[in-house]
């Protein structure tokens, strides 16, 4: 089932659950991409698939993911992919995921043997026998969702439009991710990929989402908008590269070994308190400030010491849009946060 609301989709994408199947027959060193707790949706895979648990797709994969094809890697390939019912490249492969594969060679034999899979356990048959259960969590999170607009609070604020949204629910994962797919037109496609242990986990509000769930949602689609400028402004980004040390430990343990991807990371969760204290205010009971302390303290304990810094530069970025139409403007300004921090810290 797929459900659309003003720009953004809500769905389970057949090519993750794809994905997931096979990660969760995988052996995995390190980190676990599967959250398989006992469910009967588990059972059904298990009961399903356990003839197929030495497949060669599978077999491919742990090779694949013992390299650097692990965490947002191999969802962001899937969504390159068709499968109807063939699994096909349909997209053109990113600088990033050609690196994070290995090179096209190692995407095509990877796709003969999804393909292999497909046919061999008749995958697609499972999916339509589990129509019922994918309608059912597809129309939980469109019914919390409600009538607000949520791309527009996102495409308003970065003063940026992508082509499109979607959520898709991925009922196994064990975390959250963003990517995007470029169209031919150059046109981007991004995608929020939700671990349902979370959402299922999330209370709800007045019929809405928790503000917390939402943020992941305004966290991973975001990605889409920073990711760029910070590689754009490599340079300006790079004379801070000194606070990387006092955090490298902690960020690396999180699987953001750089301290580009560490900037992301921070700009974007600054950026998601904000959207969160701006739309949430009435169910915070307008107490923003006890909200803001205890997201600053939970994102300092994770190693994002700098988070405070660029946080209150957003709030100029607010009240000058008139002066900063787009985030890309204000970038180089909101960059000079670390500046500040690092006078502060030497005082």
């Known amino acids: 089932m797929t459900t659309s609301k003003d720009k953004l989709t809500i769905s389970v994408d057949p090519r993750i659950e794809l994905l997931s199947i096979i990660q969760y027959f995988a052996s995995h060193e390190g980190f676990d991409p599967i959250c398989a707790k006992e469910t009967e949706y ?4 298990s009961a399903f698939f356990s003839g197929f648990r030495n497949h060669p797709a599978i077999k491919f994969y742990e090779k694949m993911s013992a390299s650097d094809f692990s965490y947002d890697a191999p969802p962001n390939l899937m969504m390159h992919l068709s499968i109807t019912p063939k699994v096909e490249l349909i997209y053109p492969l990113s600088n ?12 095509y034999e990877l796709i003969d043997h999804l393909n292999d899979f497909i046919e061999e356990t008749c995958f697609m048959a499972f999916y339509e026998n589990n ?16 009538n607000n607009n949520h791309i527009a609070i996102l495409e308003e604020y970065y003063g940026m439009e992508q082509n499109s949204y979607s959520v898709v629910i991925a009922p196994l994962f064990s975390g959250n991710y963003g990517s995007e797919v470029n169209s031919i037109d150059g046109s981007k496609n991004i995608f929020s990929f939700q671990d349902l242990s979370q959402l299922r986990e999330s209370k709800r509000i007045n019929g809405t989402l928790k503000y917390q769930m939402l943020g992941i949602l305004w966290h991973e689609f975001s990605h889409s908008f920073i990711n760029p400028l910070t590689k754009k402004h490599l340079i ?18 999180q699987a953001y070994s750089t301290w580009e991807t560490c900037v992301n990371e921070l700009i974007i969760r600054a950026v998601t ?34 988070i405070r810094a ?13 002066k900063y139409r787009t985030i890309d403007e204000f970038y180089i300004e909101l960059l000079s946060g670390f500046k500040e921090y690092l006078q502060s810290a030497n005082q």
């Open 96 to 107: 990033y995921i050609m690196e994070r594969t290995g090179g096209e060679n190692i995407v």
């Open 310 to 322: 660029l946080y209150h530069k957003l709030t100029r970025y607010e009240s000058n849009r008139d």
């Open 273 to 306: 308190c904000r959207f969160i204290i701006l739309e949430f205010n009435d169910l915070l009971n307008n107490d923003t400030s006890k909200y803001q302390g205890d997201y600053f303290d939970n994102e300092e304990r994770q190693g994002f010491i700098y």
């Open 131 to 146: 129509q019922a259960y994918y309608n059912s969590v597809v129309a939980l999170i469109t019914d919390d969702l409600g």
């Open 236 to 253: 300006e980004v790079m004379k801070y590269q000194s606070l990387f040390k006092d955090i490298e430990k902690q960020m690396k343990e």
């Open 42 to 45: 588990v059972e059904r895979i």
